[in-house]
Nanobody, 119 residues
Framework: QVQLVESGGGLVQSGGSLRLSCKVT???????????MHWSRQAPGNERKLIAT???????EYMDSVKGRFAMSADDNWNMAYLEMNDLKPEDTGVYFC??????????WGRGTQVTVSS
């Protein structure tokens, strides 16, 4: 089965940094099966929002509020993805989800990892 498992969340002081990891297992180990990998975030009381994307051509996209602070990366086969988060702010608090979209259509999601930023 395809699984995505996030890790690295926790409690951090405002201005601090965290590095989230996403481990991908299953029959999608080759990046040519995937058109994009993503990180999304759901803050308390808010809808889930896409915050970072890496496309198959290597292009990276970020939500405006995290540009210059967050950086997404992945290994060559896209079996590991990362989100480096710097200068964290309380509004960055939420559950962070890793997800990937396949060329055949489906999108697979992890269960999320909690990030809490204190002031």
């Amino acid at each position: 089965q395809v699984q995505l498992v996030e890790s690295g969340g926790g409690l951090v002081q405002s201005g601090g940094s965290l590095r989230l990891s996403c481990k991908v297992t299953g029959n999608i180990w080759d990046r040519d099966l995937r058109i994009a990998m993503h990180w999304s975030r759901q803050a308390p009381g808010n809808e889930r929002k896409l915050i970072a994307t890496i496309r198959a051509n290597g292009d990276e996209e970020y939500m405006d509020s995290v540009k210059g602070r967050f950086a997404m990366s992945a290994d060559d086969n896209w079996n590991m993805a990362y989100l480096e988060m710097n200068d964290l702010k309380p509004e960055d608090t939420g559950v962070y989800f890793c997800h990937t979209t396949l060329r055949t259509g489906p999108t697979y999601w992890g269960r999320g990892t909690q990030v809490t930023v204190s002031s």
